[in-house]
Nanobody
Framework: QVQLVESGGGLVQAGGSLRLSCAASGSIFSVNRMAWYRQAPGKQREFVAAISSGGTTSSADSVKARFTISRDKNTVYLQMNSLKPEDTAVYYC??????????WGQGTQVTVSS
């Protein structure tokens, strides 16, 4: 059994910062990558950023240079700076293990006020 627990969401003014955390526990091995996705009301879930087991990172163009993903063992972080109202969404953590087994967190709400 694998559990992902997210934290760090909240309400922030435009231009502010938040740091999301996602701690994975349980039967974790052969991690391929960890990632963050987000889903705004009425929209599809979209990719935000990912980090591979080797430390290679990637991010969506919309957040590049503002958001930074990092990882410490089985915890993944998303440092979000210069937040915009359009960043408002529920942010989900994703863990990808061997054979592309996917595990999702429960989501954490991020609200950016203008």
């Amino acid at each position: 059994q694998v559990q992902l627990v997210e934290s760090g969401g909240g309400l922030v003014q435009a231009g502010g910062s938040l740091r999301l955390s996602c701690a994975a526990s349980g039967s974790i091995f052969s991690v391929n990558r960890m990632a963050w996705y987000r889903q705004a009301p009425g929209k599809q879930r979209e990719f935000v950023a990912a980090i591979s087991s080797g430390g290679t990172t990637s991010s969506a163009d919309s957040v590049k240079a503002r958001f930074t993903i990092s990882r410490d063992k089985n915890t993944v972080y998303l440092q979000m700076n210069s937040l915009k109202p359009e960043d408002t969404a529920v942010y989900y953590c994703l863990l990808v293990m061997y054979e592309d087994r996917l595990y999702w967190g429960q989501g954490t709400q991020v609200t950016v006020s203008s």
